[in-house]
């Protein structure tokens, strides 16, 4: 990587090595090296099934991997495991370990994601939704080689076609790995970084081309096939789907962002931190964060990519810079500065971590946010202003300011907008990625609380009758039909084009949390209390207010159900939000007000010499 040729420039004016940049530098990370890992360009790691199994084995106390039986075999991760030895290992290691305890012990022998039997999901009788959603969530759980490994995307009984919902998905995991943890079920979680790990440097290629060596899978399958050879036995094989196999072939940004956020919680909730400290999943992190650091054409701090590769993985015009894929993205960052372990050798690696962060923070904080103040500054900014100290410097035409916004745009609150390219914001609202800037200190305290404001203030609109918008407003006519390529599954108020996800709850109970606010996730759980168990946990919600389960959702979607857990959890127990939060620290802070300082929008006046920032 070209880490150690990274300038930061900034139009210095006021700022000072010394002031800001400098110390926070300094101060911050312990020194760290990055090697490479031994992988082949096919993307197999060639030491990989010996060091998963020598590794697994000393490191992850008490789990059942059947490591000696795990091997690479071609394109997939395989275990060998006889049917009566995988029966026999759930009984004996998986359900005793760590708490997939009583209400398994009365659950028939797990069929990957299938209801049970007796699993009739509307059967809630006397039991509490959390009772009922308990009972959905470990129905949903995967198993490979008899140990819990994730949960199944959507267990709808009534879907006729499959398609992908009975993979395990690398990001609809999250929610189900972190109430998992918050029951104090820690297996699975551990089981899922660490095979999801063994699946991160797989060859994978679309129509012979391989995408960056640090890819997560989008999600993954466990397949049963005859073992060659002895019909007697079955192999377990881990099929992962890197975007090669997905709708639209989008590639899964956010896959890796998930997994590196996760296995900081996995740390702060367990206290255990040799999982992190595994010399396999140190280099999993590094290899996350070369491929998200590697230099390219780009001109902003921001993470180029292409439309769809977050949580909405359709086009939906969210190509360039969305701001959902920047706050997991931040997120990731600051997560992984934490965990990084002090190595010879990594200094590019942390400087480049380190000067991303500034740049990233500072970037987003005053280029994406929003609130009346600003919009009025956009209503009559100059354009075509050639220069270093353009006000305008994206070149925005006023003329963009859409109508709805000056309606939408409250008093009191403001948000961070959907993208920022050259000569183009994107206005719309993206709740996801609001609310982790919040969690992730993205935005600034006083824009944290603003977003809040903002939510309770347009109620009416992001939470409706079923919480939670994914964005708004939806795009409709002469828009959708350009924007989303006439898509029939994003028509407006549907789906991703405006529809409403239950699962967006845990994301918004850990930010109002977070800023000491937790009534308007209680007040937005109390909301999805009223339809969400009997309407059968849909993936999501149509219409202005939400008032209809989705055209084309799935039923018993499982994010719906973790999501809804996660915030009941937290709320019961909100200091347990700080498993999942990040506090700016001080070096970024003072670095952020020097680079404020310096701005010239606030400075506009005859022109400062130029000075790189070499660090
Ligand atoms: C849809 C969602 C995506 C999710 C997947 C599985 O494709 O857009 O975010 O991961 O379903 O639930």
Same mark, same amino acid.
């Given at each position: 990587?070209?880490?150690?040729?990274t300038v930061?420039?900034?139009?210095?004016?006021s700022?000072?090595?010394?002031?800001c940049l400098?110390?926070?530098?300094?101060n911050?990370? &312990?020194?760290?090296?990055?090697?490479p890992v031994?992988i082949?360009?096919?993307?197999v790691?060639?030491t990989s099934?010996?060091e998963f199994?020598?590794?697994s084995?000393?490191?992850v106390?008490?789990n !059942?991997?059947h490591?000696?039986?795990?091997?690479l075999?071609?394109?997939? $991760?395989v275990?060998k495991?006889?049917?009566h030895d995988?029966?026999?290992?759930?009984r004996?290691t998986?359900?005793?370990s760590?708490?997939?305890k009583? +209400?398994l @012990?009365?659950?028939?022998?797990p069929v990957?994601?299938?209801?049970s039997?007796?699993?009739?999901?509307?059967s809630v009788g006397?039991?509490?939704?959390? @009772?009922?959603?308990?009972?959905?969530?470990?129905?949903s759980?995967?198993?490979?080689?008899?140990?819990p490994?994730?949960?199944i995307?959507?267990?709808?009984p009534s879907?006729?076609?499959?398609?992908n919902?009975?993979?395990?998905?690398?990001?609809?995991?999250?929610?189900?790995g *972190?109430a998992?943890l /918050?029951?104090?079920?820690y297996?699975i979680v551990?089981n899922?970084i660490?095979?999801t790990?063994?699946?991160q440097?797989?060859?994978?290629?679309?129509d012979?081309?391989s995408?960056?060596?640090?890819?997560m899978?989008c999600?993954?399958? #466990?397949?049963? #096939?005859p073992?060659?050879?002895?019909?007697?036995m079955?192999e377990?094989?881990?099929?992962p789907d890197?975007?090669?196999?997905?709708?639209?072939?989008v590639?899964?940004v956010d896959?890796?962002l998930?997994?590196?956020?996760?296995?900081?919680?996995y740390?702060?909730?367990t206290?255990?931190?040799?999982?992190? %400290?595994r010399v396999?999943?140190?280099?999993g992190?590094k290899?996350?964060?070369?491929l998200c650091?590697?230099?390219? $054409?780009?001109?902003?701090?921001?993470?180029?990519?292409?439309?769809g590769?977050?949580?909405?993985?359709?086009?939906m015009?969210?190509?360039?810079?969305?701001?959902?894929?920047?706050?997991?993205?931040?997120s990731?960052?600051?997560?992984?500065?934490e965990m990084?372990?002090?190595?010879?050798? !990594?200094?590019d690696l942390i400087?480049?971590?380190n000067n991303?962060?500034v740049?990233?923070?500072?970037h987003?904080?005053?280029?994406?946010?929003l609130? /009346?103040?600003? *919009?009025?500054e956009i209503?009559r900014y100059?354009?075509?202003?050639?220069s270093?100290?353009?006000?305008?410097?994206?070149?925005i035409?006023?003329?963009?300011?859409?109508?709805? /916004?000056? +309606?939408?745009?409250?008093n009191?609150?403001?948000?961070?907008?959907g993208n920022?390219?050259?000569?183009?914001?994107d206005f719309? $609202?993206?709740?996801?990625?609001?609310?982790?800037?919040?969690?992730s200190s993205?935005?600034?305290? @006083?824009?944290?609380?603003?977003?809040?404001d903002l *939510?309770?203030?347009?109620?009416?609109e992001? #939470?409706?009758?079923?919480?939670?918008?994914?964005?708004?407003?939806?795009m409709e006519g002469e828009e959708?039909r350009i924007i989303?390529?006439? +898509?029939?599954?994003?028509? &407006?108020?549907?789906?991703?084009?405006?529809?409403?996800?239950p699962?967006?709850?845990?994301?918004?109970? #850990?930010?109002?949390?977070k800023m000491?606010?937790p009534?308007i996730?209680e007040?937005?759980?109390?909301l999805?209390?009223?339809?969400?168990?009997? @309407?059968?946990w849909p993936?999501?919600?149509?219409t202005?207010r939400?008032?209809?389960?989705?055209?084309?959702?799935r039923?018993?979607?499982?994010?719906s159900?973790a999501?809804?857990l996660v915030?009941?959890?937290l709320?019961?127990?909100p200091?347990?939000?700080k498993?999942?939060?990040?506090? %700016?620290?001080? +070096?970024?802070r003072n670095? $952020?007000s020097?680079m404020?300082s310096?701005?010239?929008r606030?400075?506009r006046?005859?022109?400062?010499?130029?000075?790189?920032? *070499?660090?």
């Amino acid at each position: 990587m070209a880490a150690s040729e990274t300038v930061l420039r900034v139009p210095l004016g006021s700022l000072s090595q010394s002031c800001c940049l400098a110390s926070f530098f300094v101060n911050s990370t &312990p020194n760290l090296s990055f090697k490479p890992v031994s992988i082949n360009r096919k993307g197999v790691r060639c030491t990989s099934s010996h060091e998963f199994s020598t590794v697994s084995n000393s490191a992850v106390r008490g789990n !059942s991997f059947h490591s000696s039986n795990c091997s690479l075999k071609g394109k997939k $991760f395989v275990c060998k495991c006889q049917k009566h030895d995988v029966e026999e290992s759930i009984r004996s290691t998986v359900l005793p370990s760590d708490g997939l305890k009583s +209400d398994l @012990d009365e659950m028939p022998l797990p069929v990957n994601g299938s209801l049970s039997s007796n699993g009739n999901a509307q059967s809630v009788g006397t039991k509490s939704i959390e @009772d009922e959603a308990w009972d959905l969530l470990r129905q949903s759980v995967v198993f490979y080689c008899g140990s819990p490994i994730g949960t199944i995307a959507a267990n709808d009984p009534s879907s006729t076609s499959v398609l992908n919902y009975d993979q395990v998905f690398i990001r609809d995991f999250i929610p189900s790995g *972190i109430a998992f943890l /918050l029951k104090g079920e820690y297996d699975i979680v551990r089981n899922f970084i660490l095979y999801t790990l063994q699946l991160q440097s797989w060859e994978k290629t679309m129509d012979c081309h391989s995408p960056g060596q640090g890819l997560m899978p989008c999600s993954f399958k #466990v397949k049963t #096939v005859p073992l060659d050879g002895d019909d007697s036995m079955t192999e377990e094989v881990l099929d992962p789907d890197f975007g090669e196999a997905a709708i639209g072939r989008v590639a899964p940004v956010d896959s890796g962002l998930w997994w590196i956020i996760l296995l900081r919680a996995y740390g702060k909730c367990t206290g255990d931190l040799s999982v992190q %400290e595994r010399v396999d999943v140190q280099t999993g992190i590094k290899m996350i964060l070369k491929l998200c650091l590697a230099d390219g $054409f780009d001109m902003f701090p921001t993470l180029l990519v292409t439309d769809g590769s977050c949580m909405i993985d359709r086009r939906m015009g969210i190509h360039g810079h969305p701001l959902e894929i920047q706050a997991l993205f931040y997120s990731a960052l600051v997560c992984a500065r934490e965990m990084l372990t002090p190595e010879d050798g !990594s200094d590019d690696l942390i400087r480049a971590l380190n000067n991303r962060l500034v740049a990233l923070n500072f970037h987003i904080r005053e280029y994406y946010w929003l609130d /009346l103040k600003k *919009i009025n500054e956009i209503y009559r900014y100059q354009t075509e202003e050639y220069s270093y100290d353009a006000v305008n410097k994206f070149n925005i035409y006023p003329d963009q300011i859409p109508s709805w /916004l000056v +309606d939408f745009m409250p008093n009191r609150g403001g948000y961070l907008i959907g993208n920022l390219q050259p000569a183009h914001m994107d206005f719309r $609202f993206f709740t996801l990625g609001n609310l982790w800037s919040i969690v992730s200190s993205l935005a600034t305290n @006083d824009q944290s609380h603003a977003i809040l404001d903002l *939510i309770e203030a347009k109620w009416a609109e992001l #939470v409706a009758d079923m919480p939670l918008k994914i964005c708004y407003p939806a795009m409709e006519g002469e828009e959708w039909r350009i924007i989303t390529g006439s +898509d029939p599954k994003n028509t &407006p108020w549907s789906y991703h084009n405006g529809g409403a996800w239950p699962t967006l709850l845990w994301q918004l109970t #850990v930010a109002s949390i977070k800023m000491g606010r937790p009534e308007i996730a209680e007040k937005a759980v109390e909301l999805a209390e009223r339809r969400i168990s009997l @309407d059968k946990w849909p993936e999501y919600y149509d219409t202005k207010r939400a008032r209809f389960i989705g055209k084309q959702a799935r039923l018993y979607q499982t994010w719906s159900i973790a999501g809804y857990l996660v915030a009941k959890l937290l709320l019961a127990n909100p200091a347990a939000a700080k498993f999942l939060t990040s506090e %700016e620290d001080s +070096d970024l802070r003072n670095a $952020f007000s020097c680079m404020i300082s310096a701005n010239p929008r606030r400075t506009r006046g005859p022109k400062k010499a130029q000075q790189p920032f *070499i660090v």
